[in-house]
């Protein structure tokens, strides 16, 4: 495939502009010419020229014309190829530049972009701990690169994957749309097979890889790709947006069940201006998460920092969501937990009778909730099946029904909008909120006959 720096002789108005410290070259027609340019951890968005001239239609057209007439002109070179034709939008492999080309209507004007990798490193140049690089030695592991665009994702993974080739001797594949990872010849990379990825990774099971690099997972279908690859005993590394390497975590939730989601990620890499900026591991355990009592232990995800061990996050079933809670925190604030068990009784109270309550916690597995009086019996329900069934949707949590009445002082009544016995439905609040309320607390406005006076009615 691509070698750094290799790829066929340009157009002369845009080999002038792609010079050496640049890595994404920026054309639109009406505009002058604009690049990104300098080291990975000083990219900076500049104009290509001063006083450049605006690139217009015509020329960006013909210039279109002539990166398509390069790739039918280098057709014996597997690293020139068009990737993507689309109606409004082409995408081409050409050595080392993934240039991408898109003209009304799909954009409002002819626009191409081009983009290189800046350098090309290999894994000893990220000075990474020992115990990380013997993990991704291991085939048998699931492992996102996160990051935002233009971080170094891609040429870590480059890097890993040339390590796992020429080091560990790891039989590796890799899965891109598009295609623009540059490693060695003998490592194959497949595109989507028929347009679409589920039919590539039923012929990398058939190829038997040891380790597949799934570059760009993005789309909830990815994810679950990703997930049936890796259940299938494939060590796989993804690449993947996210601002945090937690928030990478919390993309392939709702994709995989709970109880999987360790098997099928364990390592998560987040990169920032190239460098490795934070790693976390997933651990599967069976306890109580933190601030409940030991008879409410269930399955928990551990998110613990690499390698020093220190647990930061908890991931559990917590009623019908999927909790993801910090552990830990200043003291003197109110659990994470205990803000997740409130806002959502409140907010399925809220759902049944339209009416607004309080919590109050009286330890870390029970609680009581303080509702008008009239409202007591429903909450609580025939034979108690209404708060047993509130119980279960937070997780086993012991639940008391009372009345503001028995309130203790200092707590505070919610709603600043309620009527004086606490109750306000959602008909009555958003007639408030839309000012069709018209009672002044004393009577009612009287109707406006002809000539705008008020006018009684006998």
């Known amino acids: 495939m691509a070698t750094h720096g290799d790829h066929p002789d340009l157009p002369s108005a845009v080999d002038a502009l792609l010079t050496e410290e640049v890595s994404t070259l920026f054309l639109k027609a009406g505009c002058t010419a604009r690049v990104k340019a300098g080291h990975i951890t000083t990219l900076v968005l500049r104009e290509a020229e001063e006083n450049g001239e605006a690139w217009d239609a015509p020329t960006m057209m013909q210039t279109m014309d002539e990166f398509r007439a390069l790739v039918d002109a280098n057709d014996d070179r597997s690293d020139c190829f068009l990737e993507i034709d689309r109606k409004g939008c082409q995408v081409i492999q050409l050595g080392d530049l993934r240039i991408t080309m898109a003209w009304p209507p799909f954009a409002d004007a002819h626009e191409i972009t081009i983009v290189r990798p800046v350098a090309r490193l290999e894994l000893d140049a990220y000075d990474l701990d020992q115990r990380l690089i013997d993990r991704l030695s291991d085939h048998h592991r699931g492992v996102f690169i996160s990051g935002r665009p233009g971080s170094g994702k891609t040429t870590l993974a480059q890097a890993?994957?040339?390590?796992?080739?020429?080091?560990?001797?790891?039989?590796?594949?890799?899965?891109?749309?598009?295609?623009?990872?540059?490693?060695?010849?003998?490592?194959?990379?497949?595109?989507?097979?028929?347009?679409?990825?589920?039919?590539?990774?039923?012929?990398?099971?058939?190829?038997?890889?040891?380790?597949?690099?799934?570059?760009?997972?993005?789309?909830?279908?990815?994810?679950?790709?990703?997930?049936?690859?890796?259940?299938?005993?494939?060590?796989?590394?993804?690449?993947?947006?996210?601002?945090?390497?937690?928030?990478?975590?919390?993309?392939?939730?709702?994709?995989?069940?709970?109880?999987?989601?360790?098997?099928?990620?364990?390592?998560?890499?987040?990169?920032?201006?190239?460098?490795?900026?934070?790693?976390?591991?997933?651990?599967?355990?069976?306890?109580?998460p933190s601030g409940m009592q030991e008879e409410l232990a269930r399955p928990v995800i551990e998110v613990v920092t690499f390698p020093d061990g220190q647990v930061t996050h908890e991931m559990f079933a917590f009623g019908q969501e999927i909790a993801v809670v910090p552990v830990g925190g200043p003291g003197g604030r109110e659990s994470p937990l205990r803000r997740l068990a409130k806002d959502q009784l409140l907010h399925r109270i809220r759902q049944w009778v339209g009416v607004e309550c309080q919590v109050v916690f009286t330890s870390d597995v029970s609680a009581t909730i303080y509702a008008p009086k009239h409202m007591v019996a429903p909450l609580i329900g025939k034979g108690g099946e209404n708060v047993r069934q509130l119980q279960e949707e937070v997780g086993g949590l012991a639940l008391r029904i009372e009345s503001f009445e028995d309130m203790p002082d200092g707590v505070e009544r919610p709603g600043r909008h309620q009527r004086s016995d606490g109750w306000m439905d959602e008909q009555d609040r958003r007639a408030r909120n839309s000012r069709a309320w018209e009672d002044d607390g004393h009577h009612r406005r009287p109707s406006k006959g002809k000539g705008g006076k008020g006018k009684r009615h006998r």
């Open 160 to 288: 890993i994957a040339s390590y796992l080739d020429h080091t560990v001797g790891a039989m590796v594949k890799t899965m891109e749309a598009p295609r623009d990872l540059q490693l060695a010849d003998r490592i194959t990379q497949y595109a989507p097979l028929e347009g679409d990825l589920e039919k590539t990774a039923e012929v990398i099971f058939l190829v038997r890889p040891d380790f597949v690099i799934f570059d760009e997972v993005r789309r909830a279908r990815d994810f679950e790709i990703f997930a049936d690859v890796r259940l299938a005993g494939v060590g796989l590394l993804g690449v993947t947006h996210a601002n945090s390497a937690l928030e990478a975590v919390q993309r392939l939730i709702g994709k995989v069940e709970l109880g999987l989601v360790s098997q099928v990620l364990d390592t998560i890499i987040h990169v920032e201006r190239g460098q490795v900026a934070q790693v976390l591991e997933l651990r599967m355990t069976v306890k109580p």
